[in-house]
């Protein structure tokens, strides 16, 4: 069982920055591909990044490739999306999400966890 915490929502001004965590539990967290996932209202929640197990291989939607980062620490269960040049359009509800596939997979999949979202609102 993996349970997923995330942080670091908010509201922030076209161009700006916010960085989202996501703090896991469990002892198999370093075993387990991380990915990051919105949902804007009136739309279907769509994949944003994804790192694999050891960091290795990341995998991004086209529309954040060059903005976003993601991110994990093993040693602290953690793993993050730093958001740099946000756009209005990047405005949703964030989720974290976890399974034992690849990077790229998690872009084709539904994650067998997930975390209970966060808000970022971001204004023109």
């Known amino acids: 069982q993996v349970q997923l915490v995330e942080s670091g929502g908010g509201l922030v001004q076209a161009g700006g920055s916010l960085r989202l965590s996501c703090a896991t539990s469990?002892?198999?967290?370093?075993?387990?591909?991380m990915g990051w996932f919105r949902q804007a209202p009136g739309k279907e929640r769509e994949f944003v990044a994804a790192i694999s197990w050891s960091g290795g291989r990341t995998h991004y939607a086209d529309s954040v490739k060059g903005r976003f980062t993601i991110s994990r620490d093993n040693a602290k269960n953690t793993v993050y999306l730093e958001m740099n040049s946000l756009k209005p359009e990047d405005t949703a509800v964030y989720y974290c999400?976890?399974?034992?596939?690849?990077?790229?997979?998690?872009?084709?999949?539904?994650?067998?966890?997930w975390g209970q979202g966060t808000q970022v609102t971001v204004s023109s």
């Open positions: 999400a976890a399974d034992r596939t690849t990077a790229q997979g998690m872009g084709v999949m539904k994650p067998g966890y």
């Open positions: 469990g002892r198999t967290f370093s075993s387990y591909t």
